[in-house]
């Protein structure tokens, strides 16, 4: 099995899965229609699909240039964690610096709750 790295393993200031985080605050334009959007990246929890085809993740909203974005680290422990999204957790078994995860701060249990008021 090849091993990979992430790209960043801190979540930054705005991540949108922080509790303290407003949407509105977060850099480089907010946009409510394709936060929502977002939903697309949310696995169904206990699922299967996609353990052996493409998984859609959410990158984070710092990341520099199309097709070089890194993982929403937010995102992604909600998913391995709570989200129980199993082809990620599959994923993340040949992660290099998986251990390597920080988070900032209490994390919002859903997606959902990471939309505005």
Known sequence: MSTW?????????KCPW???TNPYDI???????????LINTIAEPGSINGVSGSMRAMACHESNAVGNESHCIGWLVNQIGPGN????RIHMMSCENGSAI???????ETFED????
């Open 102 to 108: 920080q988070l900032d701060g209490e994390q919002h």
């Open 18 to 20: 922080k509790v303290s």
């Open 27 to 37: 850099p480089n334009g907010y946009c409510k229609k394709k936060h929502a959007d």
């Open 5 to 13: 790295k992430l790209k960043r393993t801190k979540q930054c200031a």
């Open 114 to 117: 990471t939309l505005p008021a």
């Open 85 to 88: 999204n199993i082809p990620l």
